[in-house]
């Protein structure tokens, strides 16, 4: 069973080693793990068979080969769970997913003025991972690295806008909503609302949510490998309701060119 990546292959197509060029146990253990991740990180053997459709047996001997390698931990009570040799890995991944993106960061910045971001949705938080500023002397400036809360970002409200309600709701339960401003939505209610309308319109706006004076355009990137969206931000005065109307479809280009990019392992030249 291959892992399903950001080629956008179904779980559960069989294609075999020979065909793909690829090995079958290594294809195997990358789609439980990614099987694991998807419920939540932790997962019993009889979870793993059913929805990987693989004998027990076969998923038994590919877990003892990532317990031993460190890519999975066998809790107490007999479950599997991520391991944490895993977060080297990914740490090391979303430099690279930064590295990969400036290019098109930076085609945004030329094209709006304003400064460009790349964020991810990491577990209840969103993560920035790259950022080019604007060449404007008034400028916004986010630290690579930074974690903030979703509810208050425009970066974080594309990405769980994305989500099924259910889901979003937990989240913000674990984390709550505290109100970065006066204009930040702290009600979850309110919140699934501002969902439902990005969906319909297709990118995300905070508007002085998350600091005063500062507004935000934002798109996911589609088919990512990872849950991920692109922004611009500048001063309220610049990015302006007339100004989004001509900044959301450059967004939304460079989204495209980016995820198809990724796709190819960051080897997609910019237009």
């Avoid at 430099?95 to 304003?114: H, I, K, Q, S």
């Avoid at 209840?124 to 400036?141: G, I, K, L, N, T």
Wanted: charged letters at 20%.
């Amino acid at each position: 069973m291959p892992c399903t990546g950001i080629t956008g292959r179904p779980r559960g197509a069989q294609v075999s080693a020979d065909r793909t060029g690829g090995v079958q146990s290594l294809e195997r253990a990358f789609d439980l793990l990614e099987r694991m991740a998807d419920a939540g990180g932790e997962v019993g053997l009889s979870e793993l068979s059913a929805g990987s459709g693989l004998p027990l047996p076969t998923i038994h001997r590919l877990m003892r080969t990532l317990v031993a390698c460190g890519y999975v931990r066998q809790q107490p009570n007999r479950r599997y769970a991520l391991g944490p040799r895993l977060i080297r890995l990914g740490e090391g991944a979303a430099r690279l997913l930064g590295t990969w993106a400036r290019p098109y960061l930076a085609e945004l910045v030329e094209a709006t003025g304003e400064t460009a971001n790349m964020a991810l949705l990491d577990g209840d938080e969103v993560v920035y991972v790259a950022q080019v500023p604007s060449r404007h002397s008034m400028r916004m400036f986010t630290e690579v690295g930074r974690r903030v809360l979703p509810h208050s970002t425009g970066v974080g409200k594309a990405l769980l806008a994305s989500l099924p309600p259910g889901e979003v709701r937990a989240l913000l339960a674990r984390t709550g909503m505290p109100a970065a401003t006066d204009r930040t939505i702290t009600e979850p209610d309110a919140f699934l609302a501002e969902l439902e309308r990005i969906r319909e319109l297709g990118y995300a706006v905070d508007d002085n949510e998350q600091e005063v004076g500062v507004r935000c355009l934002a798109v996911t990137v589609p088919d990512s490998p990872t849950a991920a969206a692109i922004s611009i931000s500048g001063p309220a005065g610049r990015v302006t309701e007339g100004a989004t109307d001509k900044i959301v479809p450059v967004l939304h280009g460079v989204a495209q060119r980016l995820s198809v990019a990724l796709s190819n392992n960051g080897a997609a030249p910019v237009s």
